[in-house]
Structures are given as C-alpha cells and as structure tokens.
Nanobody, 118 residues
Framework: QVQLVESGGGLVQSGGSLKLSCTAS????????MGWYRQAPGKQRDLVASFTSSGSTEYTHSVKGRFTISRDSAKNMVFLQMNSLKPEDTAVYYCNLRTIPLVTRSYWGQGTQVTVSS
C-alpha cells in the first residue's frame, strides 16, 4: 500500500513563505503523478497544484505566481513552495499520488495544517 507523508506546515504571517514536502513510499508502479490539494474548514478538498500525466504543471488560479510545485523523482518526493501567503490559503494541505494516464488508483497523505495569520 502506497504511503504518503507530508511535512512543512505551520503558522506563518500574511506575506510569509512555507515549503511543504511529501515523500511517497511503497510505490510499486511506474506511471504516476503527484500533486497537492487543500481543504479549508467547511469546504471541499480542491486542487492546488499538480503534475499532469505529460509532466507539465497545473495550478489553481488563486495560487498562480505565488506557489511552485517541484519534485525529486528519484526520491519519490514532491514539494510545494508557497510564497506571499494569504489568510485565505489557510487549510489542511494534502499530498496526492495517482496513477496515470488513467486514475485507477489514488492515494492521500494524512495532511498538514497551514495557517496564515493576518
């Protein structure tokens, strides 16, 4: 069973930065992509940033220009550099790993809390 472990969340002031990391283990298949989602209280879990099946990146509109997703494929790691953080970025951030090109399997980390104070 694939395991995802996130780290790097915390409390930061508005305008500050955080870098999230996610390490995947027990991945027994080759074709997969990783990404980041977030869920604020009372809201659904939404995509923040992800690698696509072609290897490019995609971002939700509200984080474009502020967040950057990157990866270290050799270590099965994905990162999310978050700059110019805003209070509305406050959420639990989840790492996701999915099979590509078809999403036949999808795995989630336990989540890491990001809180941005105004």
């Amino acid at each position: 069973q694939v395991q995802l472990v996130e780290s790097g969340g915390g409390l930061v002031q508005s305008g500050g930065s955080l870098k999230l990391s996610c390490t995947a283990s027990k991945v027994t298949f080759k074709n997969y992509a990783m990404g980041w989602y977030r869920q604020a209280p009372g809201k659904q879990r939404d995509l923040v940033a992800s690698f696509t099946s072609s290897g490019s990146t995609e971002y939700t509109h509200s984080v474009k220009g502020r967040f950057t997703i990157s990866r270290d494929s050799a270590k099965n790691m994905v990162f999310l550099q978050m700059n110019s953080l805003k209070p509305e970025d406050t959420a639990v951030y989840y790492c996701n790993l999915r099979t590509i090109p078809l999403v036949t399997r999808s795995y989630w980390g336990q989540g890491t809390q990001v809180t941005v104070s105004s």
